[in-house]
């Protein structure tokens, strides 16, 4: 499909829009070109899955900042910590096969995190945001998120940065770290090995953790946000989480950063590729008709295992293992019982299994909210509006 609709609202010059789009959802399409009239969008894609059938998946723009590289079907973009999702279907699939318990103590499968007072804290709480590791309290050089080794052994002997057992504090780039942790302690694979071997390569899904070189060529150039988001009052979890010189991933490059395995943070995808995985939360476990994850393992991951005020992220939430449910702040469209995931700069993908929908916003304009950025709000309130 390639159209150039213009509306009474809508009076600048509109880039094409490529894809499809199925009959019933053009407000979709209207809402997505609606970004680059009053929002500044240089080039992104939206996809929606219903009841396993892709009824949207468009895309337009451009995947560079100077706007001399259309964007494709097949570009790849960062999604940052829309990943988060992702790394936790990845968990679920490990408790499905009964190497791993959200129950049980990270420390019965990870000996040395249980230092410090952290020995009680579970599997479901690490991955619910819970574990006081949001930041490293250690003063290091960013480029040593890249050996993993160092990073585990700092996050295995630190002392929580709260006390545990009063609420949740989003791990912006450690959540990444202890999932991986797990997954090789019990798989003996990481995270994005398993998604490369069992998932994403058999399935042919253009979503990774640690991006081959060779791919490297069709992925979209980032704009940095104008401004800097609103953390609320400084203090020092939150500055250990996102405002200290080591406090994320640098000083290697692109190249390094992309080949990298950051669960967390770097995850690279389409926002067909998204939406396909956020299909399991839609479908009840499945994944286009095959069993991905029992239901019971599905209602484990997504019901709610801490809410309140986050030490972290200046907003009331309600976290499940590894997802944001939707119940507080509505990120994910008006279903209370939707989840979903939010990434730096304003990627989203979302599930709503009342009506076994998903969706993924991604893009390379990236913008200063930390959740609830108007481009995807807009994309899924249009879609609601076609249901």
């Known amino acids: 499909m390639t159209s150039n609709p213009t509306t009474d609202t809508i009076s600048i010059p509109l880039p094409e829009l ?75 699939r490990l408790v499905d ?77 450690t959540f990444g770290f202890i999932v991986d942790v797990l997954a090789r302690r019990t798989d003996g694979r990481s995270i994005g090995a398993i998604l490369r071997e069992d998932i994403c390569g058999p399935g042919g899904i253009d979503f990774h953790i640690g991006l081959p070189e060779s ?45 990298h395995e950051f669960p967390a943070a770097n995850g690279h995808s389409t926002a067909r590729a998204l939406a396909r995985l956020m299909s399991v939360y839609a479908d009840g476990g499945r994944l286009e008709n095959k069993r991905f994850i029992s239901s019971e393992t599905l209602e484990a991951l997504t019901r709610e295992r801490v809410c309140g005020p986050d030490k972290v992220l200046p907003f009331d939430l309600s976290w499940g293992a590894g997802v944001m449910r939707n119940t507080h702040g509505g990120f994910y469209g008006p279903e209370p019982a939707a989840v979903g995931h939010s990434g730096w700069g304003g ?13 993924a916003y991604v893009m390379n304009r990236q913008k200063h909210h930390l959740a609830g950025d108007p481009r995807p709000l807009r994309l899924i309130e249009a879609l609601y509006g076609c249901l």
């Open 18 to 92: 490529e894809g499809h789009v199925a009959a019933g959802f053009e407000p979709v399409a209207e809402a997505f070109l609606a970004n680059w009239a009053d929002q500044d969008e240089i080039g992104a894609g939206f996809a929606v899955r219903l009841d396993g059938e892709l009824v949207v998946d468009i895309h337009a723009g451009w995947a560079d900042r100077k706007k001399t590289r259309l964007w494709q079907a097949d570009t790849l973009v960062p999604v940052y910590s829309t990943g988060k999702a992702v790394a936790a279907l990845v968990i679920a």
């Open 97 to 173: 096969r009964g190497l791993l318990d959200y129950d049980a103590p990270v420390a019965d499968f990870w000996p040395e995190f249980a230092a410090s007072g952290k020995s009680s804290v579970t599997v479901a709480q690490a991955l619910s945001h819970q574990a006081g590791l949001s930041g490293l309290s250690e003063e290091m050089d960013a480029a040593d998120w890249f050996n993993a080794k160092l990073i585990e052994a700092k996050l295995a002997r630190q002392t929580p940065l709260w006390e545990l057992g009063t609420g949740s504090g989003y791990h912006p780039v």
């Open 215 to 259: 791919e490297h060529g069709r992925v979209a150039e980032h704009a940095m946000p104008r401004q800097l988001p609103d953390l609320g009052p400084t203090t020092p979890v939150r500055q250990l989480a996102f405002l200290k010189p080591w406090s994320s991933p640098g000083r290697r490059g692109a190249t390094e950063w992309r080949m």
């Open 347 to 359: 990627s989203c993908a979302m599930a709503d299994p009342v009506r076994g929908l998903s969706a």
